[in-house]
Nanobody
């Protein structure tokens, strides 16, 4: 099965940075479209960013453009999300996900367990 494990969440002050990481198998890492979603308290899950199988076709939701960077670490088979200039509204549980191809919507092939990011003001 496809297994994804997130790490790197925590509490950070507004304006600070965090780096999330999602560990995947070599097969999942190379054969699936990978992405990040988040769910804030009392709100629905939303798309954050995604990256294609070859490291291209990168997409971001408008609210994180210029602040977040999604990347693939080929040496460690991890999906990373560098988050800078964090805002309180970024507070959410962040999930990594894998899907066989675009579009990355609907019922996806795999989800991680989530990691909590809390941004204080």
């Amino acid at each position: 099965q496809v297994q994804l494990v997130e790490s790197g969440g925590g509490l950070v002050q507004a304006g600070g940075s965090l780096r999330l990481s999602c560990a995947a198998s070599e097969r999942t890492f190379s054969s699936y479209v990978l992405g990040w979603f988040r769910q804030a308290p009392g709100k629905e899950r939303e798309f954050v960013a995604s990256i294609g199988k070859l490291g291209g076709n990168i997409f971001y939701t408008e609210s994180v453009k210029g602040r977040f960077t999604i990347s693939k670490n080929y040496a460690k088979n991890t999906l990373d999300l560098q988050m800078n200039s964090l805002r309180p509204e970024d507070t959410a549980v962040y999930y990594c996900a894998a899907h066989r191809d675009y579009p990355m919507k609907g019922v996806l092939d795999a989800w991680g367990q989530g990691t909590l990011v809390t941004v204080s003001s």
